[in-house]
């Protein structure tokens, strides 16, 4: 996908930073004339990505107080939202208004009924609305790396005389790695497991030798470091982060900890998987990817010791590891604002990210469960009752994040953005089929996934979340299927599986549910039909 | 010293532009470089007040075409 960089100031400089990203810079101002041109390269199928980078001093031109936003403000944000409207199928990258801190009106600026303040606050009103009304629009927001960094850090008057280029390299940067970052988050590829070490890590000092209450973790003096820490990260996981321990200590003194330490904000509960032992880390973190049936690459992995750090770098390439700061008061503003952005941006927050914790937890006593019975009785015993939607519009952002996060039990792997899934729930030709789960334990959510093209009479997608494999409901969501190609009168469907490294448990998915294989091309892909009645 | 300034700044430009580091010799110039075209010295510029923490003032940057000139800038 190649992307087009609009902007009414010189931008050049930013292509460099953006890498990967294949990056060509419209012509120079061209901004409002490529977003409102039909002919424009903006509207043409080559490019899937546009950034509109926009200089909000530079769209307020000569407006002065009482005036209101300027008329190129209006022109710029109705021609962003047609072109948004009218190329449903391409990514659009806005940043927000972000005005410089010059007023005309100095002082008198905060209490002004049309201060830039009110002004900047009003147009970024609209740019939300917008992006609400328009799934393919994604905003960044400026403010937020003015307020990081400042404008004196960020901005480059003397290459804004000579060139047009209003900033500083420490912006350009800067802003290619929150595009970045963005679009990951975007098109949900952020990872799912934070695993943490203990000691000098979520508390300072060592456990085993200054016992529960003798580690460094409090509301005051240096112990407070660590408590915001804790904090950060519970947070983190309440947006659906899976927390997990492996550590170095006796798993008696880290219970110990969680019974008698008042000053630990994150609990038992709080964590999907512990392991607190002797055992190399990269075994531990292994078993950890075992228990919860997700592949070590979902991992981030935190630990104050660069031997450990290195080892499980060396072991486990997929997991991520970054550096971790040698001062205790920067573990706050180092966790939130480059772990984060970088390896758990999200875009939105769904349903299911609310709960995920409490998923993998009920998911640990229906293993207990299981390891007790026969597999029927036990699937008997469970009471699972599923729900199959149809074209589920509310459900988009699930859906998009559901076909970008499974790998496992995924028969085509095929990756799809909103405005792709937007674009099969509205039309007649094809049918999005979500599957909602429930037994005794609780809600899963939403599990299953199946995308029908009735044109090519081909089931598109089929895939279900690793939380549910085992628990035989990919049956039910077939079934729903076959109902719906029924009533269209086909009655031989396709189905397809596309092998990569991670979805062998499903190659024989389509023989083992009465489909006939009819092709095997050389790199793997299999085609099936089957008949219906 | 100098010798040292004209090598890292010949590194800097080179990365910049795009081009082999061997490319680069502590007389290259604005003249001497095809690619160093004047977009291309805004670039070498904001590379180099940021790698070096210099700040350039419109004149420097639209006198420090050469990378004896832009060494010339670094402290001792």
Known sequence: MRTLLLSNTNMQPLVAFLKPW???????????????????????????????????????????????????????LAALDRFCATHPDKNVMANTFCFGTGRY???????????????EAKLNGRLIEMAHAHPNLLLVDFDLLFRRHGEDALLADSFWYLGRIRYSNLMFRSLAAMLHQAFDAYVGQSRKVLILDLDNTLWGGILGEVGSNGIALSED???????????????????????????????????????????????????????????????????????????????????????ERDLVRTALPGVAVPEFPVRAEKLLSWFLREVVPAWFGKYNITAEDLAKTQQ?????????????LDLDTFLVNLKIECTTHVDPVEQINRIAQMTQKTNQFNLTTRRYQIPEIQRFLDSPEYS????????????????????????????????????????????????????LFRERGINRIM?????????????????????????????????YERFIS | MTAQHEASVAALIASVL??????????????????????????????????????MDMETIAESTSVTSLAALLPD
């Open chain 1, 105 to 119: 009106l100095n002082f008198a600026d905060l209490l002004h009924p049309q201060s830039l303040h009110t002004t």
């Open chain 1, 221 to 307: 003096g240096a112990g407070r470091c660590y408590r915001d820490f804790q904090r950060a990260i519970r947070a983190l996981q309440r947006t659906g982060v899976l927390l997990a321990i492996s550590s170095k200590n006796n798993a008696t003194d880290l219970e110990e900890v969680f019974a008698s330490n008042s000053m630990m904000v994150l609990r038992r509960n709080d964590f999907v998987s512990i392991r607190a032992n002797w055992d190399p880390k990269p075994e531990n973190i292994l078993s950890i990817a075992e228990t919860l049936n997700l592949g070590v690459d979902s991992f981030v992995f935190l630990d104050d010791n660069p031997v």
């Open chain 1, 432 to 483: 999005v089929l979500l599957l909602e789960y429930k037994d005794r334990f609780g809600s899963e959510g939403s599990v299953g996934l199946a995308i029908l093209n009735f044109r090519e009479s081909r089931i598109d997608t089929f895939l279900m979340s690793c939380r549910v494999i085992g628990r035989k409901v990919e049956d039910r969501i077939l079934a729903k299927a076959y109902e």
């Open chain 1, 360 to 372: 993998y937890r009920m998911n640990e006593e229906r293993q207990c469960l299981s390891r007790s």
């Open chain 1, 495 to 527: 189905g397809e599986f596309l092998p990569t490294c991670k979805n062998q448990q499903v190659a024989n998915f389509y023989g083992s549910h009465g489909f006939t294989l009819v092709a095997e091309e050389a790199d793997g892909r299999k085609i």
């Open chain 2, 18 to 55: 795009n081009i082999p580091t061997a490319a680069v010799g502590s007389d290259a110039s604005m003249d001497s470089l095809p690619e160093w075209d004047s977009l291309a010295q805004l670039n070498i510029c904001l590379a180099f007040q940021e790698h070096f923490n210099v700040a």
């Open chain 1, 22 to 76: 294949e990056v060509v810079c419209g012509e120079f101002n061209s901004m409002l004339l490529d977003l409102s041109n039909p002919e424009s390269p903006a509207a043409s199928a080559e490019y899937g990505r546009i950034l509109c980078l926009f200089d909000s001093d530079s769209l307020l031109g000569d407006a002065f107080h009482g005036e209101g936003a300027p008329e190129q403000c209006e022109t710029f």
